[in-house]
C-alpha cells in the first residue's frame, strides 16, 4: 500500500512538471501539435518530390533560357539562334594558357578579400525565437561607436539567465552602470549579461553599444545573439560615407552650366568641323572639349572650345578618358565626330531624364537608328564568369514614354559625369572599342535610352580627292587584324574574369 501511494505520488508530481514545462514553453505545445498535424496530413510519397524538368523552368530566367538555380557555374552557350560564344579559354590566350591563367587567379583571390563581404552569408531565422533584434540598417563609421537598437529577450525565464553577444571585429560596452558580475566582457568582443530578470537584461540591452576597431571603407561584422539554445545573427556594416561632390549649376540652371559635349578627333578635321557648326547652331554657348591625337594636327578656333592634343593614334578609349577628365559639369555629352545636331537634338529632354530618375547615362538614336542591347552577367567557377549580350531592353523608364531602360547605347548619349570618371575607359582599347566599355560599367551603372531626342550622322564620301585620301588613311585605324582582335578579347578574359562572351553575330 506505500508503495503504490509513493507510485501515485511520483506520478502526480511528473506530471505537474510536464505540464508547467508546457506553459514556460508554450512553442512546444505549438511544435507538438505542428507534428501532429503535419505527420498525419503528409502522405509519404509526398516526401519524395519530384524537380520539375528544366525546359519548363525557362520562366525563371531573366532571358528564357535555362535556369541555373543562381549557382555560380555558368555555361558557354548561346541563347538563341544568330548568337556566337567567344570561349575564352578555347580561343584566346594561346601557348601561356596556364601562366596568364595563374597570374589572373592570384589577381582573382586579391579582389575577392577586398570585396566580398560576410553580409552576403544567408542567415536563417529559428522559428519561434525569443530574441529581438536589428535585421537590417544598423551602420556605424569606422572607429565610432553606436547604439545598438531593437535587443531584447522575450518569455518568461529561468533562475538565472545569461544573454552573450559575439562580434568578429568590433567590441561590446554599456552605457549604463550596472551591479557587480552582472555584465562581463566590456570592451571585448564578447560580452555576456547575467541576471535572474529579463527586464533587467532587457533594460541593459537597450544601452549595448558596439565600436569598430578597425579603419576600414567597407566592411561588415556579423554579431550572434545568444540566449539558451536560441541563436541569432545579424550584420553591422562599418562604412566610411563617401564624400559628396556636387556640381554647381549656376545661378541660372541653364544647359551650358550643366552639360560639356566631349568628342575625339582623328584626322578628319574637315567632319569636327561640320558637327562643331551644327552644334553652334542650337547652342552657341555650350562647353566643347576635343581629344585630338592627329599626326599632323590642326588649330580648332573658336569660343567655348578646349582642344587636347596627344600623342599620334594614342586611342580612341585614350581621347575618350583625357576629354571626360576636363569636364567640369554636372553632365558630359559624348558625340562622334561625324554626328550633326538637328532640330531634334535636343539636350533639354535628355537632362530632365537623368536629373529626375536614378538613370547614370541615357543614349538616343543616331540618324533615327535605335540601338539597345541587354548584358546578361552570370558568376561562375575558378574558369571564370559570363556575360551574354542579346538586343533589346529589359523593361520602359517609369514616367518617360519612348524611353527604357537597358545595358548598351550608341555613342550618343548624356551621363553624370562623375560616373564616367568611376568607370573609366581603358586605354588599352586603342582602335575599335564600345561594348567593352558598357561591360565595364556592369553592376555601377544604370542606362537608359529615350527615342525623342536624335542626332544626325553626316553623309560618307566627300568629292574632295584630299579629303578622299584623310578618310582612307582614317579607315586603316579602324580596322583590325585578326592579332588586335584576339588582343581585345585576352584583355577581357583576363580583366574581367570572364570564361565567354556571347553576343550577336554581327
Not at 275 to 296: C, G, Q, T
Not at 304 to 332: C, D, E, H
Not at 381 to 396: K, R, T, Y
Request: charged letters at 25%; glycine letters at 6%.
Amino acid at each position: 500500500m506505500q508503495l503504490k501511494t509513493y507510485c501515485l505520488i511520483f506520478i502526480i508530481i511528473g506530471l505537474e512538471a510536464f505540464f508547467v514545462s508546457l506553459i514556460m514553453r508554450p512553442n512546444i505545445i505549438h511544435s507538438r501539435i505542428w507534428f501532429m498535424v503535419d505527420t498525419k496530413n503528409t502522405n509519404p510519397g509526398d516526401l519524395h518530390l519530384k524537380l520539375k524538368p528544366l525546359n519548363k523552368l525557362k520562366f525563371l530566367s531573366p532571358y528564357g533560357s535555362d535556369w541555373t538555380f543562381e549557382r555560380n557555374n555558368c555555361s558557354c552557350r548561346i541563347l538563341n539562334s544568330g548568337m556566337v560564344t567567344h570561349d575564352f579559354n578555347k580561343f584566346a590566350i594561346g601557348n601561356d594558357k596556364n601562366i596568364i591563367k595563374n597570374r589572373r587567379r592570384l589577381q582573382y583571390e586579391q579582389h575577392k578579400k577586398r570585396n566580398e563581404s560576410p553580409a552576403r552569408k544567408i542567415i536563417i531565422a529559428q522559428p519561434n525565437s525569443p530574441l529581438s533584434y536589428p535585421t537590417h540598417g544598423v551602420e556605424v563609421k569606422p572607429l565610432y561607436s553606436i547604439l545598438i537598437p531593437g535587443l531584447a529577450v522575450h518569455g518568461i525565464g529561468g533562475e538565472n539567465n545569461t544573454v552573450k553577444l559575439t562580434a568578429t571585429q568590433g567590441v561590446f560596452n554599456t552605457i549604463v552602470e550596472t551591479s557587480d558580475g552582472v555584465v562581463d566582457g566590456s570592451g571585448e568582443k564578447e560580452l555576456t549579461i547575467t541576471s535572474p530578470s529579463l527586464a533587467i537584461i532587457n533594460n541593459i540591452l537597450k544601452y549595448v553599444t558596439y565600436t569598430s576597431k578597425k579603419y576600414q571603407i567597407t566592411s561588415t561584422d556579423l554579431v550572434s545573439f545568444q540566449f539558451e539554445e536560441y541563436t541569432a545573427e545579424f550584420a553591422i556594416l562599418i562604412r566610411m560615407p563617401p564624400m559628396i561632390r556636387l556640381f554647381d549649376p549656376g545661378p541660372d540652371n541653364s544647359i551650358n552650366s550643366l552639360v560639356t559635349i566631349v568628342t575625339k578627333t582623328f584626322l578628319r578635321y574637315h567632319k569636327l568641323r561640320i558637327l562643331i557648326n551644327s552644334i553652334r547652331k542650337f547652342y552657341p554657348e555650350i562647353m566643347i572639349i576635343i581629344a585630338d591625337d592627329s599626326d599632323v594636327t590642326e588649330k580648332i578656333e573658336g569660343p567655348y572650345i578646349q582642344q587636347y592634343i596627344m600623342p599620334f593614334a594614342k586611342g580612341w578609349f585614350a581621347g575618350r578618358n583625357l576629354a571626360a577628365s576636363q569636364v567640369t559639369t554636372k553632365y558630359l555629352l559624348w558625340v562622334d565626330e561625324d554626328f550633326e545636331f538637328t532640330q531634334e537634338t535636343k539636350l533639354e529632354k535628355l537632362v530632365e531624364v537623368l536629373e529626375k530618375t536614378n538613370l547614370d547615362l541615357v543614349g538616343a538614336p543616331v540618324n533615327g537608328h535605335q540601338f539597345t542591347f541587354k548584358l546578361w552577367y552570370e558568376e561562375g567557377d575558378d574558369e571564370g564568369d559570363c556575360v551574354f549580350s542579346q538586343n533589346g531592353a529589359f523593361h520602359p523608364l517609369d514616367g518617360f514614354p519612348g524611353c527604357m531602360v537597358t545595358s548598351i547605347v550608341v555613342n550618343f548619349f548624356l551621363a553624370k559625369t562623375e560616373k564616367i570618371w568611376r568607370v573609366g575607359f581603358d586605354p588599352r582599347f586603342a582602335r575599335v572599342a564600345h561594348t567593352e566599355f558598357f561591360i565595364d560599367g556592369i553592376g555601377s551603372m544604370l542606362i537608359g535610352y529615350c527615342n525623342n531626342v536624335k542626332v544626325g550622322h553626316q553623309k560618307k564620301g566627300v568629292a574632295d580627292k584630299d579629303l578622299a585620301e584623310v578618310e582612307k588613311k582614317y579607315a586603316t585605324f579602324r580596322r583590325l587584324n585578326r592579332g588586335e582582335f584576339k588582343s581585345r578579347l585576352d584583355m577581357m578574359l583576363f580583366k574581367n574574369h570572364l570564361k565567354c562572351y556571347t553576343r550577336n553575330r554581327v
